[in-house]
């Protein structure tokens, strides 16, 4: 088997994503932040969603469960107060009950708008290319004086824009530091009482965002927001929980030889010694098993079903059934994010995308690497090379370019 020679200039994070949302991008990728903070790049982040994306969400999108909730004194509105019936659905939003809602003072939650809203979607594919993790936008509009979520944490880190409107955040230290997304915020809860904020526990700060401010916010930490004397709508931005043991977890999900394999004791549950041994022996096999494993076919396995859990670059069908043949005046809009890793395989470029590996001739590395360089291009700005329609047509295809007006 010909082992691959990395390339990765050639799927490198511009972060431009990333730069939108704290001044050292390049810093803050190589070690993510344990405690909160306040970055303010002056961005303007109503281009991702702003109030009338809102409404026409609402109004004209058809939008069903789990696509929105509203969350009122902490808990989910029930289907009937909110839900109406449409000609093609029978359980859509209802915009007259969303609006009495709203002017009750619950709290409007958009989710999964990467999938839904073209903005919030090019933008969190931009940010997973720079952060090397899928993302997740959420958006939550809640009116003047009101809030959503009492004190809790999550267990994803999370950036909070302020879009339009103010809003008061209170944050407190983590009851657990890094918590794994099986230790969910109700489970921990539940384990240490009913509450994690010890009664008259000063906060480890507040702070109120403003349009433009993001709230780098780990994993963890507990908080809890109320807008002040404006409507608040803010967005979400959560990166997935990729830790070590995520890695693990993934490993041992795709491994065929797995320790562990006899059955336990029939006194298992009657005899503490007896569960002891088989645990032991579980132990002692897993050891065994961790110091012979392949450390780099491992990897593999996880890096290769990792892929999978980015967003699919986008395909433009209608856009590429229609568009023009390459010619001198064609027009391509470069993603460069659908690369996600490349590398050298005997005479072949092997690039990976999320759903896909798209392969090139060797001889095309230095047009290829000229296309990915670029934001917006012609074929007339690049060097003549006898298979260039060819490469643009193939990028077209597997959505690394779109076709565009010139």
Not at 80 to 94: K, S, T, W
Not at 196 to 217: F, K, M, S
Not at 323 to 347: D, F, M, N
Not at 376 to 383: K, Q, S
Request: aromatic share 6%.
């Amino acid at each position: 088997m010909t082992t691959a020679v990395p390339l990765p200039d050639l799927a490198a994070p511009r972060l431009d994503a990333l730069r939108s949302l704290v001044s050292d991008p390049a810093a803050f990728r190589d070690k993510l932040p344990d405690t909160p903070g306040l970055h303010s790049t002056g961005g303007d982040f109503r281009a991702l969603l702003d109030v009338t994306d809102v409404e026409e969400l609402l109004t004209s999108r058809s939008l069903r469960r789990p696509a929105f909730r509203l969350i009122r004194d902490g808990k989910q509105v029930p289907d009937a107060e909110c839900l109406g019936e449409r000609l093609l659905y029978p359980d859509v939003a209802d915009p007259r009950k969303v609006a009495g809602l709203l002017r009750a003072g619950a709290t409007l939650v958009l989710q999964a708008l990467q999938e839904l809203h073209a903005p919030c979607g090019d933008f969190a594919r931009r940010l997973a290319h720079d952060l090397g993790r899928p993302i997740n936008v959420n958006a939550y509009l809640t009116p003047a004086g009101a809030q959503g979520f009492a004190d809790h944490y999550d267990v994803q880190d999370s950036f909070i824009v302020q879009v339009r409107g103010t809003k008061d955040w209170t944050l407190y230290e983590p009851v657990l530091r890094d918590p794994l997304s099986s230790e969910t915020f109700d489970r921990v809860r539940a384990r240490v009482g009913g509450t994690v904020v010890p009664e008259g526990a000063a906060p480890w700060r507040e702070v109120t965002l403003r349009p433009g401010d993001c709230l780098w916010l780990p994993r963890g930490w507990v908080h809890s927001a109320r807008s002040t004397d404006t409507d608040s709508l803010h967005l979400t931005i959560s990166l997935y929980e990729w830790t070590g043991w995520w890695a693990l977890s993934c490993a041992l999900e795709r491994t065929a030889e797995l320790p562990g394999r006899f059955p336990v004791s029939a006194d298992f549950f009657r005899d503490p010694s007896a569960a002891a041994r088989d645990l032991a022996r579980v132990r002692t096999e897993l050891v065994t098993w961790l110091q012979e494993v392949d450390d780099a076919a491992l990897a593999e396995s996880v890096r290769t079903a990792a892929l999978k859990e980015f967003p699919p670059a986008l395909r433009h069908p209608v856009l590429t059934a229609t568009a023009q043949a390459p010619g001198a005046t064609a027009a391509y809009r470069v993603h460069p994010q659908a690369v996600l890793s490349a590398g050298r395989v005997g005479e072949r470029i092997v690039l990976h995308l999320a759903d896909r590996v798209l392969t090139v001739p060797a001889p095309l590395e230095e047009l290829l690497r000229d296309v990915l360089s670029r934001d917006r291009f012609t074929p007339a700005d690049l060097p003549d090379h006898p298979h260039r329609d060819l490469l643009l047509t193939r990028l077209v295809a597997d959505g690394v370019l779109e076709p565009t007006k010139s």
